[in-house]
């Protein structure tokens, strides 16, 4: 496995690899890698002649009181991660090389990105719209892979390559879990041991809302004050937000028809975690 930090580098690693004809499959991350990002990394490798991952801890994502500095990081046991899925390159840059002079260019998505994290993130998405960009200009994947985890991320960055004709193909994969549900997140690490159990409201609620819609509750409402009564139980808990929305635009939805999107975001003492799950009414 090739280590890249510089972007002319990848640039002439990438124009070889189209040169002969390869199909490049591509994950952005940033880094601190777990079985989530290995499900990406794992099904890239199936799918494609080159698997390209890059770990890049982008800072313009992060608003100014989250946890930019104090991100989890670890090259080393990402790097060997990455070397045993079988990943042919690992590209890594500074954020010097990616922002040399700052920027003035920002890709904006909007509509989708002004609900759920959208609304308490303001910025998040320009962020993760811009950097997604360059990465993609950078590695010029053919097949980009995206964990439905970050479902919000996932629509808005299907809609950035389709309004943008990037000529990519956009794949989304389900949320890999603990084994008591905790979906994984490199955020995880820095959860203290009450907060931890605190966590798990997160997935049980989503149980109970699937639950409800087994019963035939249609209201969101219903479902929002449910599931946060569920998170707010545990004293660790404090919600930014409990949503139900349209699973395809994320709108506000005033009843379940089809198929809708219970997205939460929890902070758990200064840790921020989301989950989310689609809920689907089944046609008999
Ligand atoms: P991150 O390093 O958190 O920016 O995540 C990089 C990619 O891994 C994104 O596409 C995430 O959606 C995906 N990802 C993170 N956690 C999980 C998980 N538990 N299951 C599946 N995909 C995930």
């Known amino acids: 496995m090739k280590i890249i930090t510089t972007i002319s580098e990848m640039y002439d690693h990438s124009d070889r690899l189209r040169e002969q004809g390869d199909r490049i499959g591509f994950v952005p991350t940033m880094g601190f890698l777990h079985e989530g990002h290995l499900s990406l990394m794992r099904k890239a490798r199936e799918e494609n002649h080159a698997l390209i991952v890059s770990i890049f801890i982008n800072p313009t994502q992060f608003g100014p009181d989250e946890d930019y500095d104090s991100y989890p990081k670890d090259l080393e046991s990402d ?20 922002y040399p002079q700052g920027t003035l260019t920002t890709v904006s998505v909007a509509g989708l990105t002004e609900t759920l994290c959208g609304a308490s993130r303001p910025g998040h998405f320009d962020g993760v719209t811009t950097v997604v960009s360059k990465l993609f200009n950078i590695v010029r994947p053919h ?58 409201t997160l997935s049980r609620s989503l149980d109970a809302a699937r639950e409800m819609i087994r019963e035939g509750i249609r209201d969101p409402r219903a479902i929002e004050k449910k599931v946060a009564g569920i998170i707010e139980s545990e004293s660790t808990n404090r919600i930014d937000y409990v949503s139900v929305v349209n699973a395809d635009d994320l709108t506000p ?3 379940i028809e089809r198929r809708a999107l219970l997205a939460m975001a929890v902070f758990l003492g200064d840790t921020r975690l989301i989950d989310n799950t689609v809920l689907e009414i089944s046609g008999d």
């Open 79 to 98: 790097a060997s991660l990455c070397r045993e899925v079988g990943c042919d390159v690992l590209f890594t840059p500074g954020a010097d090389e990616m």
């Open 143 to 200: 097949m980009v892979y995206f964990g439905l985890k970050d479902y919000q991320q996932y629509r808005v960055i299907s809609r950035m390559v389709q309004d943008l004709n990037m000529n990519i193909r956009v794949i989304g994969l389900p949320t890999v879990r603990e084994e008591d549900g905790l979906a994984m997140s490199s955020r995880n690490a820095h959860l203290y041991n009450d907060e931890r159990a605190g966590a798990l």
């Open 253 to 255: 939805l005033s009843s």
